[in-house]
């Protein structure tokens, strides 16, 4: 089974601050990795996901992660945040084979909070 | 958009009475999740399909049942609401291409059980 570990329940910070989300996975299998953002009162959406290739990835926002597979961590980084960032981030996983229904296994989240 | 609704989309609800939750796609997508959402906990899956009539458990399924009669609805029932299943329900699509694929989720539904 794969497990997903939010470091940071909640992280507050200042408008135009660089930021960053630590997610680290645990998984016997390859898994893929995403990060989910939801807004006050609405579903999920994607922020970005890594498949393959190079480890950093770029996603919606000026949102970008590291996948390191030798610390099995996916940190979200940016460098420069404003108030409409505000908002809970996701990390998860899907097993990348074998009959997994291509579920998703989430973390607890991240509050992120940008303060003016 | 991933053309997916839930309904209702808030309810209130008393202890013991039976519950259902409607989640409506219109791609004809194979896969559908239910999660509920709880402060410290994340989204747990609480039941998924994988086509007509195919559904599995997840992680939390004690207390839910689902059912899938056509494609495009995946409905989730709570046979007696307790209040600990007071959360936020949503409705999740994968278009069935691989574990790589993006889920889409639902607006939610917010759930009072008193």
């Known amino acids: 089974a794969q497990s997903v570990t939010q470091l940071d329940s909640q992280v507050p910070v200042f408008e135009e601050a660089p930021v960053e989300l630590r997610c680290n996975y645990s998984?016997?299998?390859?898994?893929?990795l995403f990060w989910y953002v939801q807004y006050p009162n609405q579903g999920l959406q994607l922020l970005l996901k890594y498949l393959s290739g190079s480890t950093l990835v770029k996603g919606i926002n000026g949102f970008e992660a590291e996948f390191n597979k030798s610390q099995t961590s996916f940190h979200l980084r940016k460098p420069s945040v404003h108030i409409s960032d505000t908002a809970e981030y996701f990390c998860?996983?899907?097993?990348?084979?074998?009959?997994?229904?291509?579920?998703?296994?989430f973390g607890k989240g991240t509050l992120l909070t940008v303060n003016p | 958009d991933a053309g997916i609704t839930q309904s209702p989309r808030h309810k209130v609800t008393e202890t013991g009475t039976p519950v259902t939750l409607r989640c409506h796609q219109t791609?004809?997508?194979?896969?559908m999740y239910w999660y509920r959402q709880d402060p410290g906990h994340g989204l747990r899956l609480i039941h998924y399909s994988y086509g007509v009539k195919d559904t599995d458990k997840g992680e939390v399924s004690d207390g839910y049942s689902v059912s899938r009669s056509k494609t495009e609805d995946f409905l989730l029932t709570l046979e007696s609401a307790t209040s600990s299943q007071t959360s936020v329900y949503f409705c999740?699509?994968?278009?069935?291409?691989?574990?790589?694929?993006?889920?889409?989720f639902g607006p939610g539904t917010r759930l009072l059980v008193l």
């Open positions: 791609e004809n997508h194979r896969y």
């Open positions: 998860a996983v899907s097993v990348t084979s074998g009959g997994s229904n291509y579920k998703l296994t």
């Open positions: 999740a699509i994968n278009p069935g291409q691989g574990p790589q694929e993006t889920q889409y």
């Open positions: 998984s016997s299998v390859s898994v893929y």
